[in-house]
């Protein structure tokens, strides 16, 4: 399930780097999240960062790893709490 659960977490992470890089690599990382937390849209970026998951969690059941699916379907309701904080919260 571990497995699972650091692949969930890894994939949203990669596909908000690629999307800094294409998008924003004149600020550094820190001032790009805070850009993006000061206009309201850091919760939808990163609602569309973890879609990946979807992708890691059909491959993990096509291998009949169904642990490490779990562990996908977890890291993305993290992710879905993290939303509704950045959202709602704060």
């Known amino acids: 399930m571990l497995t699972g ?3 969930g977490i890894l994939a949203p992470m990669i596909t908000m780097a690629i999307i800094y890089m294409v998008s ?5 990382f820190s001032d790009y999240l805070n850009y993006l937390f000061k206009i309201q849209v850091l919760s939808k970026l ?3 960062c973890a879609v990946p998951n979807l992708a890691v969690f059909f491959i993990f059941m096509k291998l009949d790893w169904l642990n490490p699916a779990k562990g ?3 890291s993305t309701l993290l992710f879905g709490f993290l ?6 919260a704060l």
């Open 83 to 88: 939303i509704i904080a950045l959202k709602y």
């Open 72 to 74: 996908v379907i977890l």
């Open 5 to 7: 659960v650091v692949a």
């Open 46 to 48: 990163i609602s569309l």
């Open 24 to 28: 924003f690599n004149a600020l550094n």
